[in-house]
């Protein structure tokens, strides 16, 4: 009985003791606990002078004793460069949250927790930006190793960011599916929007990055098509591009809208955009010069100038940035049997400064056979086409057309005509100039310039591009956005529908092999297209009868006669089988069209992803396993590298 007694006597007091002291680094594995009294200091943390309060605690709750230990950490620089690792995505929310763990709150020497609640909603709403590069979730983040409930008397870190914070608020579950919200998208909600527009039509939808813009931001693309990420034989490839100057945003809105408007209707039944997105391809760019955004977002909607965010973050104007084969297409058309296509890069455009998202928007026209493009932008209501640079340098207004005249101002009307602003027959409007001649405009006289995208697609691709300048102001309120969209909703489907103008067919050998980049010409017509890989191609043209011819090197060419009358709103198939042939009488075709391009082309090599600025990743990588691109920001730590962000495989 005794012995009894001071066995229960003995667990007792083994129960009452209280857990031993901490080693440096366990208490974070909650393997004891800590007793110490806190000694306030001054915030001295350059990442970290924007928290709500202003004093903390040495050591914080990693255990490190000094300011010195902490600046030099991984997990201190982790939150100083977050915000260009997620594109600004989540932040500065994270970099808060990091501080409340790296610079403790203190007051009247106790340090206070923060809050788990606001640690927890802010790793469901961010942590797919972590999945996006590669990263796992910080283990200082952890919501239950640092962080406290309300009962035990924590504080919010992100109390003062209530109506700035980046995490998207949560709508009424009650929302018709055809719900779209009207207002000016940051970067991260533009993202945000796109990643989820996707995942809700995610059969037929999908987002992909064509490279990174100077300041490392995702130029983000959504691709509507019936098999996402492929391209489909004899199914057309058309792209819009938005808010190529940053501070013209109109366009940037009307595709995020136009995203949502697709998916949504696509899932209602709505036999047009069904029929549309299961024949064709589509590829929707809201914004091609995010930092120039930023820029412009600052000033505000109403206030934005004429001037501030138009350029990059390297204050280029990407609509002069890209090579200027326009004057070299001048040179040749007066040479008997020049081709007016598929003109190469000159050298001597390389030794200029080309901006980043400009090398994106090449590679990525050298990736996908686009058929039909236009850019949108702001300051005027027309359609302009190329070419947009004059055929005499010095007349800056002068009719500059090219060999597919006809095509274009069909192209542009297709959008004008759907446009009922700008095809309204008032000219006291905004666009009231172009009234006479019906809302469309040669680019070249309107005002001519040099280094255009409109007029690079045209001359060094297949593809048809057009300029649409949506509306008088670059930078409109808010409340004017809904009347905007509506506007020019039926003009943007009315276009992308006119991707299935012209003839479409496919080029192969008497064994039905695919010829790649076979040439399609029609008489008359100094431009010729291409076929893809697959052998198939799209030419567009107005109604008429028209002489086509194929060819290729090593076959003979074969010509069609083939008519397209006036009501026919789709492609025409025609079909060419080439023969092959033991002799070229024509030396023109010597030449291998897989040497189309300049045989020094930058861009074979140009990697659109990379960290534009970044020093590359420099040993300490693990053999078997590459580092991800992100590492390289960690390069000066020697022994404490954070292996913690790499996910485990």
Not at 129 to 135: E, N
Not at 195 to 210: G, M, N, R, V
Not at 286 to 292: A, I, K, R, V
Not at 409 to 414: D, E, N, T
Request: include cysteine; charged fraction near 25%.
């Amino acid at each position: 009985m005794v012995l009894r007694l001071l066995l229960l006597l003995g667990g007792l007091l083994r129960a009452t003791k209280p857990a031993p002291r901490c080693e440096s680094g366990q208490e974070t594995l909650g393997q004891c606990q800590t007793v110490r009294k806190a000694k306030c200091v001054d915030i001295a943390l350059s990442s970290c002078t924007d928290v709500t309060y202003t004093q903390m605690s040495y050591p914080n709750f990693l255990d490190q004793k000094s300011r010195e230990v902490i600046e030099y950490s991984s997990e201190y620089i982790l939150i100083s460069v977050l915000q260009n690792l997620l594109q600004g995505e989540c932040n500065p929310d994270l970099r808060l949250l990091g501080c409340s763990v790296l610079a403790p709150q203190c007051e009247k020497d106790k340090v206070i927790k923060p809050c788990r609640h606001v640690c927890e909603k802010l790793k469901k709403n961010c942590l797919h930006a972590f999945d996006a590069i590669d990263m796992a979730w910080p283990y200082f983040l952890d919501c239950d190793r640092f962080f406290a409930g309300e009962e035990e008397g924590c504080f919010d870190p992100l109390a003062k960011l209530r109506g700035e914070v980046v995490v998207e608020e949560d709508l009424p579950s009650d929302l018709p599916g055809t719900f779209i919200q009207f207002k000016h998208h940051s970067y991260s909600q533009m993202v945000s929007m796109l990643k989820k527009t996707a995942s809700k039509c995610s059969h037929i939808a999908t987002t992909y990055s064509i490279g990174r813009s100077f300041e490392g931001k995702d130029l983000f693309v959504i691709e509507f098509s019936t098999k996402p990420g492929h391209h489909e034989l004899l199914k057309p490839e058309f792209k819009y591009v938005g808010n190529m100057h940053g501070n013209e945003v109109v366009g940037k809105e009307l595709l995020i809208y136009l995203t949502q408007y697709l998916c949504s209707e696509y899932l209602l039944g709505n036999p047009r955009i069904q029929t549309l997105i299961n024949s064709t391809r589509i590829h929707l760019l809201p914004s091609l010069n995010p930092d120039g955004y930023e820029m412009a977002a600052e000033e505000g909607a109403g206030y934005n100038g004429w001037v501030v965010g138009r350029q990059t973050a390297q204050n280029l104007d990407l609509n002069r940035n890209f090579p200027d084969l326009t004057s070299e297409a001048y040179r040749r058309a007066g040479i008997r049997g020049a081709r007016l296509d598929h003109i190469p890069i000159p050298q001597s455009y390389w030794w200029g400064k080309v901006a980043p998202e400009t090398k994106a928007v090449m590679k990525w026209l050298r990736s996908i056979p686009f058929v039909l493009s236009a850019s949108l932008h702001g300051g005027e209501l027309v359609v302009t086409y190329p070419y947009d640079y004059s055929r005499h340098p010095m007349e800056e207004k002068m009719f500059s057309p090219t060999p597919d005249e006809k095509t274009f101002k069909m192209l542009a009307k297709a959008y004008a005509d759907a446009h009922p602003v700008i095809s309204d027959r008032s000219e006291l409007r905004c666009g009231g100039n172009f009234v006479k001649r019906g809302g469309i405009i040669n680019g070249a006289e309107w005002y001519s310039f040099t280094g255009g995208m409109a007029d690079f697609n045209y001359l060094h691709t297949n593809c048809f591009e057009v300029t649409v300048e949506v509306g008088c102001e670059k930078f409109p309120l808010e409340e004017e956005l809904f009347t905007i969209w509506h506007e020019n909703r039926d003009a943007l489907l009315n276009y992308m529908e006119m991707v299935h103008r012209g003839i479409k067919g496919i080029v192969s050998d008497k064994f039905g092999n695919p010829i790649k980049n076979a040439r399609i010409s029609v008489r008359g017509i100094q431009h010729d297209v291409t076929t893809a890989a697959d052998g198939d191609y799209w030419r567009l043209l107005p109604p008429g009868t028209y002489v086509i011819s194929a060819q290729a090197p090593g076959y003979s060419r074969v010509m069609k006669r083939v008519t397209l009358p006036t009501k026919m709103k789709r492609a025409g198939r025609v079909d060419f089988v080439l023969r092959p042939i033991d002799t070229w009488p024509n030396k023109l075709l010597r030449r291998s069209m897989e040497d189309i391009y300049d045989p020094y082309d930058p861009l074979e090599l140009y990697d659109p992803h990379a960290q534009h600025g970044q020093p590359e990743a420099r040993g300490g990588s693990s053999p078997g396993r590459e580092k991800p691109w992100w590492w390289s920001y960690f390069s000066s730590l020697d022994l404490h590298k954070p292996l913690w962000l790499l996910k485990q495989r």
